[in-house]
């Protein structure tokens, strides 16, 4: 392939240098092959296989029942759909937290078995031997604090989390270790904009957002989110792009329509 044809593809290094030029980041999700191709041809930076499949793509109540091999099977799908951007992989719960052996041959397979640039685990200073054990292999960590989704059970409720003295100063504590440790990034989920802004200046490593204001490196939305495809989920810091629930229902009902009326097949539609 000639120079000139050659994609540019996004490392860490690339977010790391985007950081350093005060150019914006922008991440969302996605689970399968045919949605990875539409963000990669539209140049999205990361694309996060997250553990939010558990919601989104199977139906469950929170984040927890998915397993190791289902993200597996998401994050392969993804990959063979994309030529440029980073892809990153949610550890899934109950695969890193008890033992670091356990997380390094957690993310070890979701290298191997999947083609993935880089793995996400949620929590600091509880899960640091983890993320130390993982990067020691060579394999790039981003963190997760704020809102972790795989501790709301402890949490009780989905409200904005450290908005109290101890829990803002816990997380910025969290995320300097998260980068001493080595991440190259750290997503920080449903915080207050001004501790966001504080963290995202005090550390090296790109901050990305999810309700956490505008005074961050990057943003990150769940796909299905922003698209309108969910509709039971309507957060402050969600913004939809479009309807797509209804539109798709729209399209189906004009199919079921036309299937019925015999209008489809129509003579060109047939061989
Ligand atoms: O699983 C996920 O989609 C996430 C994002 C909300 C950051 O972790």
């Known amino acids: 392939m000639s120079l000139s044809k050659q994609v540019r593809k996004v490392t860490t290094h690339v977010l790391s240098e985007m950081k350093l030029r005060g150019e914006k980041i922008a991440m969302l999700t996605a689970y399968d092959y045919s949605m990875a191709r539409i963000l990669d041809e539209a140049k999205i930076d990361v694309i996060l296989v997250g553990d939010s499949a558990s919601n989104v793509m199977a139906g469950f109540e929170s984040t927890l029942p998915i397993t190791l ?4 099977y998401h994050a392969s799908s993804v990959v063979r759909a994309v030529k440029r951007a980073l892809v990153v992989v949610d550890l899934p719960f109950g695969t ?10 957690s993310a070890i397979r979701i290298m191997k078995e999947t083609g993935a640039h880089a793995v996400k685990l949620e929590g600091g200073r ?9 990067l020691s292999t ?10 972790t989704p795989q501790s709301i059970y402890k949490f009780g409720t989905y409200v904005v989390r450290a908005t109290e003295k101890d829990e803002a100063g816990k997380l910025v504590e969290d995320a300097h270790l998260l980068e001493k440790a080595g991440c190259f990034a750290i997503v920080l989920e449903k915080i207050p904009a001004s501790l966001a802004a504080k963290v995202a200046k005090e550390v090296k490593i790109p901050i990305i957002g999810i309700g956490a204001g505008s005074e961050v490196d990057g943003q990150v939305l769940v796909i299905h989110d922003m698209l309108g495809i969910t509709q039971d989920f309507s957060p402050r810091f969600l913004r939809r792009y479009h309807n797509l629930f209804q ?9 079921i329509n036309d299937v019925r009326t015999i ?3 129509n003579k060109k539609e047939q061989y």
Request: cysteine-free; proline content about 4%.
């Open 69 to 72: 091999d289902a993200m597996i």
């Open 96 to 105: 890193y937290q008890g033992d670091s052996k356990e997380a390094i041959v």
């Open 126 to 134: 509880v899960v640091i031997g983890s993320v130390k054990r993982i």
């Open 138 to 147: 060579g394999i790039p960590v981003m963190g997760h604090l704020g809102l």
């Open 247 to 255: 539109e798709i229902k729209d399209a189906v009902q004009s199919y």
């Open 263 to 265: 209008d489809f097949p």
